[in-house]
């Protein structure tokens, strides 16, 4: 079983670094940090590499995970995993009977994710496939996991479970699927409604190049502001998303730069709707 290390809560923040804003329709004051902390970097130890590629930069193996094709062996096995089982439930390994010759890397492992602060004794856990390479190489605080080679010749596939504690175990959903594909456009529409002529903007640009667009934050923000007040709920559930997003990201010990500018640009556009209450 693995623990990444706490991290608290947004609003617990010292109250110096914080703007206190008015919650639209009665909702209760929020003391909101200006700010997501954003902590220095860490490389991934490589004792956590498997051992195969150890030799190669942890900075080279994450930025090429997207290229390795990496995702048809999630899919191979996708119908053979329950999205989600009670922790009771969930076994040490799942064993996957395979067909024939195959052209992509299966995964290595499963990972059940599961609430740091669980509301239950026996919580429902998401259940994961996962490449041992794809966690290792962009997880610094993830701690180093057995390995476990597949026999090319066996017609059945053994996944090791890793029992993992998350902040936020939707959040995570949202991280397995950057380590896989670096798609930083994705990652802004699971954490708030963004236009879908924004997204193309975005998916048509480098990151630098897109969060520098002028007034690109400004009609994202724009559009947020609209909809938290249409309905205050959803705005509620943007800060919720971000923060559960931050708080995993951070946990987990992940330092892509890209992928934190894109959060600090998220949570600018959720903070600029506050200014106007």
């Known amino acids: 079983m693995f623990q990444v290390p706490s991290h608290p809560t947004t609003f617990d923040a010292p109250q110096h670094h914080h703007?206190?804003?008015?919650?639209?329709?009665?909702?209760?004051?929020?003391?909101?940090?200006?700010?997501?902390?954003?902590?220095?970097?860490?490389?991934?130890?490589t004792d956590n590499i498997p051992a195969e590629v150890a030799h190669v930069p942890a900075s080279y193996l994450r930025e090429?995970?997207?290229?390795?094709?990496?995702?048809?062996?999630?899919?191979?096995?996708?119908?053979?995993?329950?999205?989600?089982?009670?922790?009771?439930?969930?076994?040490?390994?799942?064993?996957?009977?395979?067909?024939?010759?195959?052209?992509?890397?299966y995964p290595t492992h499963v990972v059940a994710a599961y609430p740091a602060k669980p509301t239950s004794h026996n919580p429902e856990v998401m259940l994961l496939p996962v490449h041992h390479l794809a966690l290792a190489a962009h997880c610094a605080s993830v701690p180093a996991i057995p390995s476990a080679p597949h026999d090319p010749r066996s017609t059945v596939l053994q996944l090791p479970v890793i029992m993992l504690s998350v902040p936020s175990v939707p959040a995570f959903k949202v991280v397995h699927d950057y380590m896989y594909h670096h798609r930083l456009d994705r990652v802004l529409s699971s954490l708030m409604p963004v236009p879908e002529d924004i997204i193309q903007s975005?998916?048509?640009?480098?990151?630098?190049?897109?969060?520098?667009?002028?007034?690109?934050?400004?009609?994202?923000?724009?559009?947020?502001?609209?909809?938290?007040?249409?309905n205050p709920t959803n705005l509620m559930g943007n800060v919720s998303h971000v923060t559960e997003f931050w708080q995993d990201v951070v946990a987990l010990g992940i330092h892509d730069p890209d992928l934190w500018s894109m959060l600090e640009f998220a949570w600018d556009a959720v903070c600029d709707f506050f200014k106007y209450l």
Not at 68 to 92: D, Y
């Open 19 to 45: 703007q206190h804003a008015r919650s639209p329709s009665g909702l209760p004051t929020l003391n909101i940090p200006r700010t997501l902390a954003r902590p220095g970097f860490v490389e991934v130890p």
């Open 202 to 230: 975005i998916r048509r640009q480098t990151t630098g190049e897109a969060l520098a667009t002028r007034g690109l934050l400004k009609q994202i923000s724009t559009h947020v502001c609209a909809m938290g007040r249409a």
């Open 64 to 105: 090429n995970v997207p290229k390795m094709n990496l995702s048809a062996g999630l899919k191979a096995v996708a119908g053979a995993i329950p999205e989600r089982l009670l922790k009771s439930q969930v076994p040490a390994s799942f064993s996957i009977p395979l067909r024939g010759a195959v052209a992509f890397q």
